[in-house]
């Protein structure tokens, strides 16, 4: 929201040069961490005092804009963006907007500490978003006076510098990382006696892990013991084929049914598999109007208040939408009416977050809470008899990404989302079927054992997030989620349990600051050895990130896996993914044997009004990998780094097959830096990629 339109901004200060008149180049320096020459106290309080001036007058329009205000939005003409996030329209941050950032946070920050009222900076904020940024007033108000009050509190109440604010936003654009003073989660040295993982001694040769090895198939595919649920999930082939809106209704294909027996085998071995099912990022829109208008002036388009498409090619389609549009109900009714026809031996279910729509100019407390309470509907509509194990996400809170510290009274008492941990705790019993623990209800995290031995963590990794503004105010261990998640692993390290980690921002994706990420990468290298799987969502591109070792950088012990999105949003393919899991028996390991990932390509549901789901890959058969230990990753990636035919076949699979993302290609640069994202997830351990070329 307001960190969004702080990008939008710093680009017309980079391509204005203007930093020449704070005293600074154009960015370059900055990002390299040298310090500014001079202090831009008095340009700052320059600045404000036109600011006041210019929302004073009775009509401030662009003709009566003071100088230096007037300067920045000059440079409006033929700017350029450069995306490295796809989950939000309005982060667009490019790596040579460090400089910039910095001199517009300097601005923001020194005129709140000057005193200067928050609504009067509000006030400018909404006329240059509007100006710049999006053509609707209602949008802009929505995204400034959403945002103004938690702000202006966390600048008046930290010690937060310019360069903080950029490296927080664009850390992985260049431009530092966001660190304040070292710190440390306690984390319990290994009793020998429960302590069976791979010796930590970076200059012994590690001891394998006890972990059974599940020969490589011809087939690649997994064939799953279905247990006697899977009969009664079968009868869900009875329900009502979704058919869309009713308007212009036309036939639609039927999905093709699998028949259940032909997936019976012995393949591990002959032990039992678990067949879970990975749901994410559906961003459900109760709004989605078919024909709308899909190239609007808002962040999320397809809706009744989107304006009229200027030209055919502009409506929003039936089926969903690769523009700037979410999910519309039947959309999702399709997927989970394939999901129940084509996999009726499902065991259980992840749902990691972000079930709502991206309307993050205008949503509010008791949408978010009916949107959230309409999707555990629909789940358990579709899968009345299964447990379904949810995490939450970025875009459930309002204001959206803000997750404060619920440690500290004075920000819970004035600014605490206990409205939204009471909701998710009552949608989550309601999955589970069994009451939700109360750490979800302090911080939005929670464990329990869904299976003899084994264990599901769920945790609330949003507290990492470099756009929860909070961060500004508390970085060491917000919503204490690190500190309880080595209490609950030491917990179950003790009673011979092992674990799977649930959760929405992936730990090591670029969106979790650096800090926070190392120390979780300190906990993996304690206890990977009972820490079996780890599944997370947010990004909506189908990825992995490889744990490293922390004591013997050089050596992986874990796999963070990223599932793709349900929803199009933005220029992919709707997706879901199953993951195959070690079962039940005696010697069970709980590891992931294999996952598929299957999608429905929306250019051919929206032309023949005929959506078809199939399966993109297996990650056995289609990219060579014998198991999925995290070894086999890593040589994946150095693979892939050899290989440009292997990287071109994962890049499809990362973009979901998507007619509209292929199109845009993979250059070298884009290459690179797909590959370094697979291996340095943790900014605070040795690089693995060269910084040249």
């Given at each position: 929201?307001?960190?969004?339109?702080?990008?939008?901004?710093?680009?017309?200060?980079?391509?204005?040069?203007?930093?020449?008149?704070?005293?600074?180049?154009?960015?370059?320096?900055?990002?390299?961490?040298r310090?500014?020459?001079?202090?831009?106290?008095?340009?700052?309080?320059?600045?404000?005092?036109?600011?006041?001036?210019?929302?004073?007058?009775?009509?401030?329009?662009?003709?009566?804009?003071?100088?230096h205000?007037?300067?920045?939005?000059?440079?409006?003409?033929?700017?350029?963006?450069?995306s490295?996030?796809?989950?939000?329209?309005?982060?667009?941050?490019?790596?040579?907007y460090?400089?910039?950032?910095?001199?517009?946070?300097?601005?923001?920050?020194?005129?709140?500490?000057?005193?200067?009222?928050?609504?009067?900076?509000?006030?400018?904020?909404?006329?240059?978003?509007?100006?710049?940024?999006?053509?609707?007033?209602?949008?802009?108000?929505?995204?400034?006076?959403?945002?103004?009050?938690?702000?202006?509190?966390?600048?008046?109440?930290?010690?937060?510098?310019?360069?903080?604010?950029?490296?927080?936003?664009?850390?992985?654009q260049?431009c530092?990382?966001?660190?304040?003073?070292?710190?440390?989660?306690?984390?319990?040295?290994?009793?020998?006696?429960?302590?069976?993982?791979?010796?930590?001694?970076?200059?012994?040769?590690?001891?394998?892990?006890?972990?059974?090895?599940?020969?490589?198939?011809?087939?690649?595919?997994?064939?799953?013991?279905?247990?006697?649920?899977?009969?009664?999930?079968?009868?869900?082939?009875?329900?009502?084929?979704?058919?869309?809106?009713?308007?212009?209704?036309?036939?639609?294909?039927?999905?093709?049914?699998?028949?259940?027996?032909?997936?019976?085998?012995?393949?591990?071995?002959?032990?039992?598999?678990?067949?879970?099912?990975?749901?994410?990022?559906?961003?459900?829109?109760?709004?989605?109007?078919?024909?709308?208008?899909?190239?609007?002036?808002?962040?999320?388009?397809?809706?009744?208040?989107?304006?009229?498409?200027?030209?055919?090619?502009?409506?929003?389609?039936?089926?969903?939408?690769?523009?700037?549009?979410?999910?519309?109900?039947w959309l999702?009714?399709?997927?989970?009416?394939?999901?129940?026809?084509?996999?009726?031996?499902?065991?259980?279910?992840?749902?990691?977050?972000?079930?709502?729509?991206?309307?993050?100019?205008?949503?509010?407390?008791?949408?978010?809470?009916?949107?959230?309470?309409?999707?555990?509907?629909?789940?358990?509509e579709?899968?009345?008899?299964?447990?379904?194990?949810?995490?939450?996400?970025?875009h459930e809170?309002?204001?959206?990404?803000?997750f404060?510290?619920?440690?500290?009274?004075?920000?819970?008492?004035?600014?605490?989302?206990?409205?939204?941990?009471?909701?998710?705790?009552?949608?989550?019993?309601?999955?589970?079927?069994?009451?939700?623990?109360?750490?979800?209800?302090?911080?939005?995290?929670?464990?329990?054992?869904?299976?003899?031995?084994?264990?599901?963590?769920?945790?609330?990794?949003?507290?990492?997030?470099?756009?929860?503004?909070?961060?500004?105010?508390?970085?060491?261990?917000p919503?204490?989620?690190?500190?309880?998640?080595?209490?609950?692993?030491?917990?179950?390290?003790?009673?011979?349990?092992?674990v799977?980690?649930?959760?929405?921002?992936?730990?090591?994706?670029?969106?979790?600051?650096?800090?926070?990420?190392?120390?979780?990468?300190?906990?993996?290298?304690?206890?990977?050895?009972?820490?079996?799987?780890?599944?997370?969502?947010?990004?909506?591109?189908?990825?992995?990130?490889?744990?490293?070792?922390?004591?013997?950088?050089?050596?992986?012990?874990?796999?963070?896996?990223?599932?793709?999105?349900?929803?199009?949003?933005?220029?992919?393919n709707?997706?879901?993914?199953?993951?195959?899991?070690?079962?039940?028996?005696?010697?069970?390991?709980?590891n992931?044997?294999?996952?598929?990932?299957?999608?429905?390509?929306?250019?051919?549901?929206?032309?023949?009004?005929?959506?078809?789901?199939?399966?993109?890959?297996?990650?056995?058969?289609?990219?060579?990998l014998?198991?999925?230990?995290?070894?086999?990753?890593?040589?994946?990636?150095?693979?892939?780094?050899?290989?440009?035919?292997?990287?071109?076949?994962?890049?499809?699979?990362?973009?979901?097959?998507?007619?509209?993302?292929?199109?845009?290609?993979?250059?070298?640069r884009?290459?690179?830096?797909?590959?370094c994202?697979?291996?340095?997830?943790?900014?605070?351990?040795?690089?693995?990629?060269?910084?040249?070329?």
């Open positions: 929201m307001l960190s969004g339109l702080l990008l939008h901004l710093t680009t017309f200060f980079t391509s204005l040069g203007i930093g020449e008149w704070f005293g600074i180049g154009a960015g370059a320096d900055v990002a390299r961490g310090s500014s020459p001079s202090s831009p106290d008095a340009q700052v309080m320059h600045l404000s005092n036109e600011i006041d001036s210019w929302i004073s007058l009775p009509e401030p329009t662009l003709n009566n804009m003071p100088f205000l007037h300067q920045v939005l000059n440079a409006l003409n033929g700017s350029e963006y450069e490295d996030s796809g989950t939000d329209r309005i982060f667009r941050p490019s790596d040579t460090c400089g910039s950032c910095k001199i517009l946070s300097k601005m923001v920050i020194g005129y709140s500490r000057l005193g200067g009222p928050i609504d009067i900076m509000a006030s400018f904020l909404i006329k240059i978003c509007y100006i710049i940024a999006y053509q609707s007033m209602p949008v802009c108000r929505g995204i400034i006076n959403q945002e103004k009050d938690r702000l202006e509190w966390i600048l008046k109440n930290s010690n937060t510098e310019a360069d903080e604010v950029c490296a927080l936003m664009l850390g992985g260049g530092g990382v966001f660190r304040r003073a070292p710190w440390n989660v306690n984390i319990p040295p290994p009793d020998p006696k429960t302590y069976y993982g791979a010796n930590n001694d970076p200059n012994l040769d590690s001891q394998p892990q006890k972990r059974q090895v599940i020969p490589a198939l011809a087939s690649g595919l997994l064939v799953h013991q279905p247990q006697q649920a899977a009969q009664q999930q079968q009868q869900r082939v009875l329900l009502q084929q979704p058919q869309g809106p009713k308007q212009n209704q036309r036939p639609i294909l039927s999905e093709p049914t699998v028949n259940i027996n032909e997936k019976v085998g012995v393949v591990n071995e002959g032990k039992r598999v678990l067949k879970v099912l990975h749901l994410t990022d559906p961003h459900f829109d109760p709004d989605y109007q078919v024909g709308s208008n899909a190239v609007c002036e808002a962040p999320l388009c397809c809706n009744t208040d989107s304006g009229v498409p200027k030209r055919p090619a502009h409506a929003a389609g039936k089926w969903g939408d690769y523009r700037h549009c979410d999910s519309p109900r999702l009714q399709h997927m989970l009416h394939h999901i129940v026809t084509n996999h009726p031996d499902i065991d259980y279910v992840l749902s990691t977050g972000d079930l709502v729509p991206h309307h993050i100019w205008k949503i509010n407390q008791q949408d978010n809470v009916a949107i959230m309470k309409e999707m555990t509907d629909m789940l358990l579709y899968f009345p008899n299964i447990p379904i194990y949810g995490s939450i996400g970025n809170s309002y204001p959206r990404d803000s404060p510290p619920p440690e500290v009274p004075e920000v819970w008492q004035r600014f605490g989302v206990q409205w939204l941990y009471d909701s998710v705790a009552e949608q989550w019993g309601r999955l589970m079927r069994e009451p939700t623990p109360n750490s979800a209800r302090f911080g939005g995290y929670y464990t329990v054992l869904v299976k003899p031995g084994l264990r599901i963590i769920s945790l609330n990794t949003n507290y990492c997030y470099r756009l929860n503004w909070w961060l500004l105010y508390k970085s060491v261990d919503g204490l989620v690190l500190r309880w998640l080595v209490t609950e692993l030491q917990k179950a390290e003790s009673r011979g349990e092992v799977h980690i649930i959760g929405h921002i992936a730990p090591y994706y670029t969106d979790c600051y650096a800090q926070w990420a190392h120390q979780f990468s300190r906990i993996v290298s304690r206890y990977g050895h009972i820490i079996r799987g780890q599944f997370y969502g947010h990004s909506h591109f189908d990825e992995f990130r490889i744990h490293y070792d922390v004591h013997a950088p050089k050596k992986p012990i874990g796999v963070q896996y990223i599932t793709p999105n349900n929803g199009p949003f933005q220029d992919l709707p997706s879901y993914r199953i993951f195959y899991i070690d079962g039940d028996h005696p010697e069970t390991t709980r992931v044997l294999d996952h598929e990932t299957w999608v429905m390509n929306l250019t051919h549901a929206n032309k023949f009004d005929a959506p078809h789901w199939y399966q993109l890959y297996t990650a056995r058969r289609d990219l060579q014998p198991t999925l230990e995290p070894k086999n990753w890593d040589e994946l990636v150095q693979r892939m780094a050899k290989n440009p035919n292997l990287f071109a076949k994962y890049y499809r699979y990362q973009m979901q097959d998507s007619d509209a993302a292929l199109a845009n290609g993979c250059d070298a884009c290459r690179k830096k797909t590959l994202s697979l291996v340095e997830g943790d900014a605070m351990m040795p690089p693995k990629c060269s910084r040249r070329g």
